[in-house]
């Protein structure tokens, strides 16, 4: 613990593991800091370029995905009954109620589905083209009659579940030897799921940290072998990237306007902040100064903003302010923020909300009785940012600042739900029955 932290009442707060919310002092226009930022957006097009061209082969190797033609995308659904049924309840700001699905995406039930994904595509087209496998305006489709080639060749990540069920199935259906490094935290269903489709996995008694480095080690020791680096990895952040302007698509579909005048307010779930920093970065350049991005976190484990709030980035860990890192959102149980993620979300990040574990469970159930839609606990941190808008005054300071409390009629609020889909029948109802 730092002694300045206590001048600090956001870092007492997070220090005394209570709910918070904590406003970016450093926020400035995007326009104003886009280009001394770390990643670009020719880098975000590239990207979706790369993902196009994988398409027919994603859909080949993964039939769920053909009918999207090879497009690995979730919906954007309205929940207007949650809504006024939470507004029965409690605060919640005005403007439509919406949630973007990524706890149903195709192939890893998580919005890893994005990032892992697009990292082992990233690979797979680095070795095919070096290899002479592959020309860029080649077949990539019949990359998936060469599991003799891709079996040389081993992809190691480390996880706390997710991440590894994205790398993990990705790379087996290639052919790839995968070995995934989980962390203590990780779901037994989760290292059970891998190790039917023929992944070596690894468990730590450690934390997520310790697992990464362990892969990280193990991998940098065998040329043969490629290590997704979590805590530092530009492809994972450009895959996530790509979310945004799918997004813009339907957002129009849905008749919601996104301006100076309709703000549109997100709010991601974060762990070691990857998916959150990309999608935001997504969103952001699109929609610049009308988006307002929050991330949130556990009581317990808010690495994001304890790196952001302190100004330290990496250099902490929630342990350094007193704090268990231990969370039943297993997705977010990370102790130490990205630095990439730090770089990019230091000028851009609006603020961040923590969510207490009990919480999330009251929450998971609410929405399951509401709309009959199942996503797992991490996800559920999202509605920290939904009711923290209308309930923490810092919050409501903020939406005045920027003009926002009149316009709030024309708002929409987006719940980026981050996994579930491929939780088991029988966990599902534990989470359901369960209150902490
Ligand atoms: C991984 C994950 C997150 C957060 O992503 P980071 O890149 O670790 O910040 C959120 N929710 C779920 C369900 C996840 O699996």
Redesign the pocket.
């Known amino acids: 613990m730092r002694a300045v932290w206590n001048e600090n009442p956001v870092l007492r707060d997070v220090m005394a593991a209570a709910e918070t919310c904590w406003i970016n002092p450093k926020w400035e226009p995007f326009e104003t800091v886009r280009d001394s930022l770390p990643v670009g957006p020719a880098e975000v097009d590239d990207a979706a370029a790369r993902l196009d061209r994988f398409a027919p082969l994603l859909s080949r190797l993964f039939p769920e995905t053909a009918g999207d033609g090879g497009r690995i995308e979730s919906p954007l659904r309205e929940l207007p009954t949650l809504r006024e049924r939470m507004g029965w309840r409690e605060r919640v700001p005005e403007g439509r109620l919406f949630m973007k699905m990524d706890?149903d995406l195709a192939v890893a039930g998580?919005?890893?589905a994005r990032?892992g994904i697009y990292e082992v595509l990233k690979h797979t087209e680095d070795l095919a083209l070096s290899s002479g496998l592959l020309k860029v305006d080649g077949d990539y489709a019949s990359l998936a009659d060469h599991r003799d080639f891709f079996e040389k060749y081993t992809v190691q990540v480390g996880s706390?579940?997710?991440?590894g069920l994205s790398i993990g199935i990705m790379s087996a259906a290639l052919g790839y030897r995968a070995v995934v490094h989980m962390s203590a935290d990780a779901r037994q269903w989760k290292k059970d799921l891998l190790r039917q489709k023929g992944v070596d996995v690894r468990e730590y008694a450690g934390d997520y940290g310790k697992a990464v480095e362990q892969g990280r080690m193990l991998s940098d020791a065998d040329p043969m072998s490629y290590f997704v680096d979590?805590e530092h990895s530009k492809n994972?952040f450009l895959g996530?990237a790509v979310a945004g302007r799918r997004l813009a698509e339907q957002l129009k579909a849905k008749n919601v306007t996104v301006d100076v005048d309709h703000p549109l307010f997100v709010t991601?779930?974060?762990?070691?902040?990857?998916?959150?920093?990309g999608v935001a970065y997504g969103l952001k350049l699109l929609y610049g100064e009308s988006v307002h991005v929050f991330f949130a976190e556990p009581v317990q484990c808010p690495c994001?903003l304890l790196g952001l709030a302190s100004e330290e980035k990496d250099g902490v860990c929630v342990q350094d302010a007193g704090l268990t890192g231990v969370t039943e959102?297993d997705?977010?149980a990370?102790g130490r923020p990205?630095k990439l993620?730090c770089d990019v979300m230091e000028w851009t990040l609006s603020g961040e909300f923590t969510i207490a574990d009990g919480r999330l469970f009251d929450d998971l159930r609410e929405l399951y009785a509401a709309e009959k839609v199942f996503i797992?606990p991490?996800?559920c941190?999202a509605f920290a940012g939904y009711r923290g808008l209308a309930q923490f005054p810092a919050a409501r300071v903020y939406l005045e600042k920027h003009g926002l409390a009149e316009k709030m009629g024309n708002a929409a609020h987006i719940l980026w739900a981050?996994?579930?889909k491929l939780v088991p029948t029988e966990i599902r109802r534990e989470y359901l029955a369960k209150s902490c």
Not at 268 to 277: D, K, L, Q, S, T
């Open positions: 706890s998580s919005v890893k990032g706390t579940g997710n991440l979590d994972l996530y991601i779930p974060c762990g070691v902040g990857g998916a959150p920093g994001m959102a997705g977010l990370v990205s993620v797992e991490s996800s941190a981050t996994g579930g």
